[in-house]
């Protein structure tokens, strides 16, 4: 092999071309929370839609069934309404506790999450996308129990418009809990688990009357994020109902609701990113 002088060779060969200036391609808009949500809403919401009429079914039957069950055992009096205000929001604790922690659990489980970061979307669009999906469904059946509950009671139906306001109130705080529960059980069988123990506490402690509890029971009670939505529209039951205290039950289910979704998008974070 011959070696041949660089002073030799011509200067075409020993130019070597400038490298062009380094073109950095822009990265695309971060997604915004509105159009993430509606975006995660739409899909999930057809996606649930194969299951709805046995969901409703389900649900309301329940519900209508503890009524029934709780009419041979309270009178018509102050207590009905605590039954039948705490029997329509179980339909919501049914749906939002319950199978929302059963989803994410199996979410979690399945590696559902790693499609779910892959996407330029918002943790908590997810949360609220997933939540408000599943917290559809329950509003007909919420209206379904709440007026079979008034009729068997006798309770007056005027005020049935405040469970629109008691559902997607309600149906936040228990779809946060529900979605973090999933979220932070290490196996599906105890977010399963932990989504059936949290709405039985919805329906013990939300359907029977609170003045038959011990104190310590009506502690937990005032704990349990659905319970404020039960007040408020028990308390719509009187002839001359304090709309103020009304209010209020829903101001406290609208903040337990804020912290609870926060708490289930710092736990899908969590678990996305292991």
Same mark, same amino acid.
């Given at each position: 092999?011959?070696?041949?002088?660089?002073?030799?060779?011509?200067?075409?060969?020993?130019?070597?071309?400038?490298?062009?200036?380094?073109?950095?391609?822009?990265?695309?808009?971060?997604?915004?929370?509105?159009?993430?949500?509606?975006?995660?809403?739409?899909?999930?919401?057809?996606?649930?839609?194969?299951?709805?009429?046995?969901?409703?079914?389900?649900?309301?039957?329940?519900?209508?069934?503890?009524?029934?069950?709780?009419?041979?055992?309270?009178?018509?009096?102050?207590?009905?309404?605590?039954?039948? $205000?705490?029997?329509?929001?179980?339909?919501?604790?049914?749906?939002?506790?319950?199978?929302?922690?059963?989803?994410?659990?199996?979410?979690?489980?399945?590696?559902?999450?790693?499609?779910?970061?892959?996407?330029?979307?918002?943790?908590?669009?997810?949360?609220?996308?997933?939540?408000?999906?599943?917290?559809?469904?329950?509003?007909?059946?919420?209206?379904?129990?709440?007026?079979?509950?008034?009729?068997?009671?006798?309770?007056?139906? $005027?005020?049935?418009?405040?469970?629109?306001?008691?559902?997607?109130?309600?149906?936040?705080?228990?779809?946060?809990?529900?979605?973090?529960?999933?979220?932070?059980?290490?196996?599906?069988?105890?977010?399963?688990?932990?989504?059936?123990?949290?709405?039985?506490?919805?329906?013990?402690?939300?359907?029977?009357?609170?003045?038959?509890?011990?104190?310590?029971?009506?502690?937990?009670?005032?704990?349990?994020?659905?319970?404020?939505?039960?007040?408020?529209?028990?308390?719509?039951?009187? $002839?001359?109902?304090?709309?103020?205290?009304?209010?209020?039950?829903?101001?406290?289910?609208?903040?337990?609701?804020?912290?609870?979704?926060?708490?289930?998008?710092?736990?899908?974070?969590?678990?996305?990113?292991?």
């Amino acid at each position: 092999m011959s070696v041949v002088p660089a002073q030799v060779l011509p200067d075409a060969a020993r130019s070597v071309p400038e490298a062009g200036p380094v073109v950095v391609a822009e990265l695309a808009p971060a997604a915004r929370l509105w159009p993430s949500l509606v975006a995660v809403y739409r899909a999930q919401l057809s996606r649930a839609r194969v299951a709805r009429i046995p969901l409703l079914f389900v649900a309301t039957f329940q519900s209508i069934g503890i009524t029934v069950m709780m009419r041979g055992v309270v009178d018509n009096g102050f207590e009905a309404r605590s039954v039948v $205000a705490g029997s329509a929001v179980l339909v919501v604790a049914f749906v939002a506790l319950n199978l929302l922690a059963q989803y994410f659990g199996q979410l979690r489980a399945g590696g559902g999450l790693d499609h779910y970061a892959t996407l330029p979307v918002p943790p908590a669009a997810v949360v609220l996308g997933t939540a408000a999906a599943y917290a559809s469904f329950t509003l007909p059946g919420t209206l379904v129990t709440a007026v079979f509950g008034c009729v068997l009671f006798g309770l007056p139906l $005027a005020n049935l418009w405040v469970l629109l306001a008691v559902v997607p109130l309600a149906g936040a705080a228990l779809s946060g809990l529900g979605a973090a529960l999933g979220l932070l059980a290490p196996r599906p069988e105890l977010a399963t688990l932990l989504g059936q123990l949290g709405m039985s506490a919805a329906l013990l402690l939300g359907v029977l009357p609170p003045d038959r509890m011990p104190e310590l029971v009506r502690l937990a009670r005032d704990l349990l994020p659905s319970t404020y939505g039960v007040e408020a529209y028990a308390r719509t039951f009187d $002839a001359q109902p304090d709309w103020a205290v009304v209010l209020a039950d829903l101001g406290v289910c609208a903040g337990v609701g804020v912290i609870s979704l926060a708490v289930a998008a710092w736990a899908y974070r969590r678990a996305a990113v292991r």
